[in-house]
Each structure stands twice: as structure tokens, then as C-alpha cells.
């Protein structure tokens, strides 16, 4: 069969069978904005509720079912009676899907997905004699169009677009599927100091790189700024991605770029990432809940004031940003009542091949944390759950654990 995009839009399509094939096809028929008539004694549990768009008659087949159709699928279950169906279609000159025998039929539905991007949806479908082994082909090629470099920028003008993608804590490995498409679909990409490096060497050479790293202390490009060149680039017809480290909207100000986006007329799309207040920890082997020893945790910045945090060591702390003040945000917990022996533990860099975990009772962590000279990046864990950790044993002092 030769392969042929058809737009369905309008189109009559007449759907004979109510089992799960004909559900299947029917709500892929609707969703290119087909009509769709479906003709059969029963409907299976699919069906139910009937799906907008779909006429429904209650009865075998008629002749006359077909008048006004362009396109017929059958799917009764019954041989004979789907081939009766594709000759009767054929005889008017209709494409016709026979399910229960592909090859019979005049037209045939190819094992398809799609990867959807700002700037359209691009498709892939297969087609063969073997519809296992198209579906298997079909797994791989989108499996790789997500997953694997591979440009799918499109060649002509198209309107410009911003996409917040959250990329992890660091390590290229632990951005989404969607954050893989969206930077292979940007003609831009505008990236934050913690984001994932790695992932600019998989780019192609002409993808536009805005470095708009910020370090503790030091802001090279103010937000502002970030806001204006994201919308700059959008509004000259290019695909922005805003690569943030972890999540863009854990202490991210992920917020306010979507909102000088929204200002200005951007589409903006907001992917979220893995965050490193739950995932720096994991790195660590610090899960941030565990039965038994802690049910829930705060995640706050080491900017913030900490006394109306639960006290309970068995209620797991979360800090970001919190080295250059780690010193007076101990010194609130331990004033608003939480244990100095409480166990904490600083783990820089996480995901990165030179992380480093500092472990010690609350009471001491700063001069921990001195002592060894720790540096941002860093997340701050204080709870029970840091004893779960490997670190906590080898480094705590004698005694406190
Ligand atoms: C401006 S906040 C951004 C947080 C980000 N939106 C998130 O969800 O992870 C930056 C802080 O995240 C933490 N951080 C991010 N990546 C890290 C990493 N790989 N290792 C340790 N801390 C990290 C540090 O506390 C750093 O100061």
C-alpha cells in the first residue's frame, strides 16, 4: 500500500463493529476532527459513555449506511462479515480499512506516533504486511525521536515560543522525554549555571546558547534581563528553551519568567524537572520520608526565616541555598526548639562526579560545614532520615549518632 497523509477534518467516516478495535480507531478518527457513524448490535465497555462526535446505530449494517461516507473501517470480529463490508465499500469506490484482514482492504490505518513540539506535531507511521512488526518498528523510531538527539527544528518561518524546562540537578541523564524534545525543537536555548552542561554538546552546531549562569553572590545577568531576552528571541520568530537546574518552579523564579512571557503575548510552556531538594538528598542515599522514621518534609530557601518549621526531628528540612547562611538558619531551628543532636548532613554537587556529603548533629553542622570548606551548590537535610544514609555513621562524631 502506498503511504498517504489524509486530513480527516469533516470527513464522514462510517465505523462498523463496537468492539475495542472499532473504539480504538473511532476515537483516533475523532481526534483528527472526523464525523464518525458507527453501526452495530452492541458496543463494547470502551464505548460507554459514547464519545462526543459518534452517531450510533443499534443494528447490523445497511446498504444505505454508506451513502454520504468517504471512508469506512470494519471491525466486526467476523470475517465474512468485514469482507462483505469492504466489497460493498469498494464496489462504491470508498477506501475502506478491513481490520480482521489488512490486505483485503483498500486503505489501511499505520501503526503511528506523534512527538508534539511548540512549533507542530510531527508524526511517524509504519506500515508492512506484519502489523506486529510494524508496531515494534513504530515503538523504536518514536522511542529514539524523545530520547535521542536528533533535530527536529522546523526549516520554515513559524512563530516563536518559550519553554521552561526544568533539567534535573545536573546529571544529563535525568531530564524528561519532553525536555529531550523540547531542546531539539529550540532554535534557542537560554541556560542556567546548575542545569545540565552535558546536553548543549548533543545540540546542533547553529542552536543559538545564552549563558545566563548565576553564582552565589554573583548575578551576571539580573532577571530582568533573562525576562527581555526570553521574549526577545520569541518575538523574532524563534523556539526558546530556558533551561533552568531542577524544577522551574521550586525557588526557581520560574513564575516570573511564565508571567513576562504571558506579559508580552509568548506562548510559554512549563516543563517540570526532577528538583534537587528531594533528588541531591536521594544522591546521598537520604530518602526524604521513610516509614516509620519521618511521614513529611519542608523545603525552604536558607533565606528564609525557619521558626514556624515542625520541630520534630522525624520532620525532614529541606534547604536550598543555604550555605552562606547556614550558620544563622541552625541557629534558628535550634532557637525555635528543634534538637542540636538532630541529624543533618550538606550534600554539595549532587549527581556531579565530585559530590560530597558533610554529615553531623544540627548543633554542629556550621562548623562542619567550615571545616571542610563546603560551597554552593549544596542542599542542607535535617532529620532522622539522614541517619539512613551511608555517610551519617562514618562521619558523624562518636556518640551522636
Ligand atoms: C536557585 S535554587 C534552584 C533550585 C531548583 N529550581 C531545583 O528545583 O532544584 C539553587 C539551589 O538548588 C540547589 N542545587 C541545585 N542543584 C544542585 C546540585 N546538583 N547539588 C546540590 N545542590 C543543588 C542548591 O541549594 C542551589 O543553591
Known amino acids: 500500500m502506498f503511504s498517504l497523509a489524509v486530513d480527516l477534518r469533516g470527513v464522514d467516516v462510517l465505523a462498523v463493529g463496537g468492539g475495542p478495535v472499532s473504539a480504538r480507531r473511532i476515537r483516533a478518527f475523532l481526534a483528527e476532527g472526523a464525523r464518525v457513524t458507527c453501526v452495530a448490535p452492541v458496543l463494547c465497555g470502551d464505548l460507554h459513555p459514547l464519545p462526543d462526535g459518534v452517531t450510533w446505530h443499534e443494528r447490523e449494517l445497511v446498504d444505505s449506511d454508506l451513502d454520504g461516507v468517504r471512508l469506512v473501517h470494519t471491525a466486526t470480529g467476523d470475517h465474512e462479515v468485514d469482507a462483505r463490508v469492504a466489497a460493498l465499500a469498494t464496489e462504491r469506490g470508498l477506501w475502506c480499512v478491513n481490520a480482521s484482514a489488512v490486505q483485503e482492504g483498500t486503505a489501511a490505518v499505520p501503526a503511528r506516533a506523534q512527538v508534539d513540539t511548540p512549533s507542530g506535531v510531527v508524526s511517524v507511521a509504519v506500515t508492512s504486511s506484519d502489523p506486529v512488526r510494524s508496531v515494534q518498528l513504530r515503538n523504536r523510531i518514536a522511542h529514539d525521536l524523545r530520547t535521542q538527539p536528533a533535530d527536529l527544528r522546523p526549516r520554515r518561518a513559524h512563530s516563536g515560543w518559550v519553554a521552561l524546562v526544568g533539567g534535573g540537578p545536573g546529571d544529563a541523564g535525568l531530564l524528561t522525554a519532553r525536555a529531550l524534545t523540547l ?156 534538637d542540636p543532636l538532630c541529624p543533618a548532613a550538606i550534600i554539595e554537587r549532587g549527581w556531579l562526579p565530585d559530590q560530597r556529603v558533610t554529615c553531623a548533629p544540627l548543633g554542629e553542622l556550621a562548623d562542619a560545614a567550615e571545616t571542610a570548606g563546603v560551597r554552593a551548590p549544596a542542599v542542607v537535610v535535617i532529620g532522622d532520615v539522614v541517619t539512613l544514609g551511608p555517610d551519617w555513621t562514618e562521619n558523624v562524631p562518636a556518640g551522636t549518632s
Do not use: Y
Open 183 to 338: 531542546l531539539h525543537t529550540a532554535d534557542v536555548v537560554v541556560i542556567d549555571r546548575l542545569a545540565p552542561q552535558a546536553v548543549l554538546e548533543t545540540l546542533d552546531p547553529d542552536v543559538i546558547v545564552v549563558d545566563v549562569g548565576k553564582s552565589t553572590g554573583h548575578h551576571p545577568v539580573p532577571q530582568t534581563e533573562i525576562n527581555r531576552i526570553l521574549v526577545e528571541h520569541a518575538r523574532a520568530g524563534l523556539g526558546v528553551v530556558r533551561l533552568k537546574g531542577g524544577d522551574p518552579f521550586v525557588l526557581g523564579r520560574g513564575g516570573e519568567e511564565r508571567e513576562a512571557c504571558e506579559a508580552a503575548g509568548v506562548p510559554c510552556e512549563v516543563v517540570p524537572g526532577i528538583t534537587s531538594a528531594l533528588s541531591v538528598p536521594l544522591a546521598a542515599g537520604i530518602p526524604v520520608t521513610h516509614r516509620g522514621v519521618s511521614k513529611g518534609f519542608s523545603v525552604v530557601s536558607g533565606h528564609e526565616e525557619l521558626p514556624w518549621l515542625p520541630i520534630a526531628s522525624a520532620h525532614t528540612v529541606v534547604i536550598l541555598m543555604g550555605v552562606s547562611t547556614l550558620r544563622q538558619s541552625v541557629a534558628d531551628l535550634v532557637a525555635a526548639g528543634r
